[in-house]
């Protein structure tokens, strides 16, 4: 039976994230070690384990249909395929990097000198847009270590929470770019339909991950103004309570602003405030 190709990350932090992602949008598959290939359970899908970095490529030449990977190594390798999904995770910048005690202020001031980097594409595109040259020194990795092994006098790296930077005594001179990890399919868009199901399996997974459940009480008179804070996905639900003088309502509210948007609810009068996880959706 002919199946669809998804291409997943083999190893590194990608490849975790992904695998869960796929699980909790009910693509299992077992990876037997070092194999390069597992079979789903659930739906004529194949997934491929492959370099990250290789996976935009891979798929602009038809190896796999679809694949996960960071926009950031779509950017760079220039590969034309379709970011049909962002997965809400691998969320990085790309940034130029330099010595914390270091006297640049701007790129400009980084004329003539040298900066490592595993992103050549995405920093000569940044130097040209900003007048600004240098040499560049392509690396595949431990682009940190680069300035302490006299090899540059800046780097471009991706940056995630800081402590790569911070363990080298390094500092952002400034953003080049925001990425994140995200769902790609090639222009041939072969079984379409099983291709739309895994997008739409994956979305309810991100929305789920993205959303809580918020139930609350509260005095009717107040209904307008908890509504306008709590808006919800399209509309949210009231119900009536014994006490006509209240109704309960519930909404989804985005799990970042949830505490804030508890603390407004409750200035307002609400009670019996409830927050509940959602595991996946379908909106
Ligand atoms: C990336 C990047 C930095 C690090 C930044 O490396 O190259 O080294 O993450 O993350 P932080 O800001 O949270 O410290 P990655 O772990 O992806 O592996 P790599 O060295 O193979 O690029």
């Known amino acids: 039976m002919d199946s669809l190709r998804i291409g997943v990350p083999s190893k590194g932090r990608l490849a975790e994230l992904a695998a869960e992602l796929l699980k909790d949008a009910g693509l299992h598959f ?8 597992a079979r789903c359970k659930e739906l ?14 891979l ?17 760079e390798s220039q590969a034309e395929v379709e970011r049909r999904l962002d997965l809400g995770v691998g969320q990085c910048k790309l940034s130029i990097c330099v010595p914390d005690d270091a006297p640049y202020t701007s790129p400009k001031q980084l004329a003539g000198k040298r900066i490592a980097t595993s992103f050549p594409n995405n920093t000569a595109a940044y130097l040209r847009q900003h007048g600004a040259t240098a040499h560049l020194v392509n690396l595949n990795g431990s682009v940190e270590s680069m300035i302490a ?3 540059a006098d800046a780097i471009v790296d991706l940056v995630e929470t800081g402590s790569t930077l911070a363990a080298n005594r390094l500092k952002i001179l400034t953003d080049i770019g925001s990425y994140q990890t995200v769902l790609i399919q090639n ?8 291709a739309d199901r895994v997008v739409r399996r994956l979305e309810g997974v991100v929305i789920a991950r ?19 804070i709590t808006p919800g996905f399209r ?22 602003e949830v505490i804030q948007i508890m603390e407004k609810l409750e200035a307002l009068g609400a009670g019996a405030i409830l927050e509940t996880e959602i595991k996946n959706c379908r909106l």
């Open 210 to 228: 993205a959303y809580s459940l918020l139930e609350y009480n509260v005095p009717r008179a107040k209904l307008a103004e908890a509504e306008s």
């Open 44 to 57: 004529p899908v194949d997934i491929t384990f492959l370099r990250t970095e290789d996976i935009p490529v």
């Open 30 to 37: 077992r990876r037997q070690e070092r194999s390069l290939f």
């Open 235 to 256: 509309s949210p639900t009231v119900s009536a309570l014994e006490d006509p003088s209240w109704c309960a309502v519930r909404a989804m509210v985005k799990r970042s």
């Open 59 to 75: 798929c602009a030449e038809g190896a796999i249909d679809m694949g996960i990977t960071g926009s950031d190594l779509i950017a």
């Open 149 to 151: 092994l006299g090899v």
């Open 187 to 194: 222009g041939r868009k072969r079984m379409t339909e099983t």
